[in-house]
C-alpha cells in the first residue's frame, strides 16, 4: 500500500501547482497589471553598507516677503493731462508688429516694457519699437514675479542682463524705466533700479487684459477708469493678444478724445 500512497500523494501535488498556476494568471489577466507589491522585491542592502544615500535636496531660493503696501518712488502718473499707453511682456513676433501698426495708424506712441529674454530673441522688434518713436522700459529678464524679493545683487544682475540685451539690438539706447513683473514692488527693487538710472514705472488702469477678456470688455474697462494723467497697462506679448489688439482702435480713439495720449518723459 505505500507504493500506491506515494503515487497518489505526488499526483495530488501536480494537480494543486497547476491550479494555482492557471488561477493566478487567468486572475491577474482578468484584473490587469500586477500590483507593485506582486514585483520582485529590492535585495536587501547589506549590514554594513548602511542607509541609503538619500536624493539631496535643491536649496531653496530665499525670498523676502511682499511689503502690505506698495513701496515709495513708483511713478503711477504721466504728471500731466494725457494719459500714455504701456505695453508689457514683448516683443512678441505675432502680436507687437500688429501692436505697432495700430500705433502708427493712431499715430500715438507708447512706453513697451521688454522682457530680457524676448529682447535677445527678437532684436528687430527691438529696433522697430524705437525707429517707431516709443520708449522703452526694462521689463526684467525672464518675467520673474519674485525678483524684487530677491537679493539686491541678483536683482542688479538681472536687470542689467535685460538692459544689455537691449542694447545689443539698439546700441545705446535709453531705458529710462524699469517694471517690475505683476507689479509686486519691494523698496529694494525700486533702490536698484534708480542705481541704473531707471525709474520705477507702475500704473493707473489695469483693464486685466491678461486675462482675456473681450475686446469691449477692455475698452470699457479702461474708458471707466481712466483720468487725467493716467498710465494704461496693456500688453503685446506673454499669449494671445488679439483682443487687445482688437479693443486698441476703440481705447485709443477715446482716450485721445478726452485727454490726449502722449510718451512717458
Known sequence: MRPRAV????????LLLGGCGDGTTSGRRAAGPAPVASAPLPAEPAPSAGPRPSR???????????????????????????VALTFDDGPDPTWTPKVLDRLRAARVTATFCVVGKQARRHPDLVRRIVREGH???????????????RPAAEIRRDLLRTNAAIRAAVPGAKVPFYRQPGGRWTAEVVTVAKQLGMRSLHWHVDPQDWGKPT?????KRVRAAARPGSIVLLHDGGG??????????????????????????
Do not use: E, F, M
Open 7 to 14: 503515487l497518489a500523494a505526488g499526483l495530488a501535488l501536480v
Open 56 to 82: 539631496p535636496t535643491p536649496p531653496r531660493r530665499l525670498v523676502r516677503p511682499l511689503p502690505t503696501k506698495l513701496p515709495a518712488g513708483l511713478r503711477r502718473t504721466t504728471g500731466v493731462r494725457a
Open 135 to 149: 520708449q522703452l522700459c526694462n521689463h526684467s529678464w525672464n518675467h520673474d514675479l519674485d525678483l524684487a524679493r
Open 215 to 219: 475686446a469691449a470688455t477692455i475698452a
Open 240 to 265: 494671445d493678444r488679439a483682443a487687445t489688439l482688437a479693443a486698441s482702435p476703440r481705447l485709443i480713439a477715446d482716450l485721445k478724445r478726452r485727454y490726449g495720449v502722449a510718451r512717458l518723459r
